[in-house]
């Protein structure tokens, strides 16, 4: 018995994925580099705590940056102490046990970074803290010879 192969004689239609590999590899080595260097917030320089507990930062908190000059920024938006109360009773309308994070700048008056802690306790936040950076420890902690 003789099989009869037929040949066809239209063009073929075959989809090379090697560029679009390649192109998707490139993407995600290009996501890798930048994630880490997203900031999300105002930018700050954070005060040193040598005894800071640390906590891994999920994504999903809701910043309030205090700045040098006093100004507060919630998330990277310029925002008055009147608006941010609005603005976190909102978040906290839909989500009541939301967390939030202040970043106070080293160089900022405390009263200023004080203000934003009593915004959120008059807002009634249930999860507030502090960020800072970790410090070099100091001689206070080392332990003392005689």
Do not use: H, W
């Amino acid at each position: 018995m003789a099989f009869v192969t037929r040949k066809k004689k239209g063009p073929q239609a075959d989809i090379n994925v090697t560029p679009l590999v390649d192109i998707v590899l490139v993407l995600l080595i290009i996501f890798m580099v930048i994630t880490p260097m997203l900031q999300r917030g105002a930018e700050v320089k954070l005060p040193p705590a040598v005894n800071a507990e640390s906590k891994e930062d999920s994504g999903e908190a809701t910043i309030i940056s205090v700045k040098e000059d006093g100004s507060m920024y919630l998330g990277k938006d310029l925002i008055t102490p009147d608006l941010l109360e609005r603005e976190l009773n909102a978040i906290l309308l839909t989500e009541p046990f939301k967390f939030i994070l202040i970043k106070g700048d080293a160089k900022a008056q405390y009263g200023a970074v004080r203000k934003a802690m009593e915004i959120c306790e008059k807002v009634g936040a249930k999860s507030v803290a502090l960020q800072t950076d970790q410090a070099e420890s100091s001689g206070l902690n080392k332990d003392k010879k005689g």
